[in-house]
Structures are given as structure tokens and as C-alpha cells.
Nanobody, 125 residues
């Protein structure tokens, strides 16, 4: 089973950029639908971006045009490029995977069964 480890979280000013990385081991992510989720204190976990096995992307309305999800199959790594960051983007960000190449609802957390421990993103205004 795939094991996921996120990194790249940091504290940045509003308007800044970060790139989150999710390194996978124990399996090839090319066979998995992948997603990035976030959870702020006192709030539910929400889907940010999803990526199918064939490269189809899905984004939450709140991040569309600012965030970009991608993967490098050779490096077995998932990325989330975050630009024009806002204070409301502050949260713990999680990488998730499920071995389902037909997954459609890629922003629904309950559709994923493998999770990393998260990386903290803090945006100050």
C-alpha cells in the first residue's frame, strides 16, 4: 500500500506562493487517483484539488486559477503549486490517494483511503 509524506508547508505573506510536495512510497501513484485536502481549526476537511490517473484535474472554486495540482510518475510525487495565497488558505494540508482510476468525486474526502500526516500552511495578511 502507498505511504504518503507531505512537505513544503510554511508561513508566508498574503500574495505569496508555496509548492507542496507529497512523496509516495510502497506503490506507484500512476495507479492512484490523488487529491489535496485542507483543514483549518474548527472546520471540516475540504477538498482543494484532485488528479485522476490520466491527468484530469478538479479544483475547489475557492482555489481555481490560483492552485495547480500535478504529479511526476517517475519521481512518484504529487505537487500542489499555490499562488496568490490568501489568509483564508491557512490550514493543515493533506495528500490523499485511492487505487481507483474511475474515481469521479475527487474532492470528497471519504472517497480516499490513504492519507499523509499533513503539512501546515500559514498565510498572514
Amino acid at each position: 500500500q502507498v505511504h504518503l509524506v507531505e512537505s513544503g508547508g510554511d508561513s508566508v505573506q498574503a500574495g505569496g506562493s508555496l509548492r507542496l510536495t507529497c512523496a509516495a512510497s510502497g506503490g506507484a501513484i500512476r495507479s492512484y487517483s490523488m487529491g489535496w485536502f485542507r483543514q483549518a481549526p474548527g472546520k471540516e476537511r475540504e477538498g482543494v484539488a484532485g488528479l485522476s490517473t490520466i491527468g484530469t484535474t478538479t479544483y475547489a472554486k475557492s482555489v481555481k486559477g490560483r492552485f495547480s495540482i500535478s504529479k511526476d510518475n517517475a519521481a512518484n510525487t504529487l505537487y500542489l503549486q499555490m499562488n496568490s495565497l490568501k489568509a483564508e488558505d491557512t490550514a493543515m494540508y493533506y495528500c490523499a490517494a485511492v487505487e481507483d482510476d474511475l474515481l469521479r468525486d475527487r474532492l470528497v474526502a471519504t472517497n480516499y483511503d490513504i492519507w499523509g500526516l499533513g503539512t501546515q500552511v500559514t498565510v498572514s495578511s
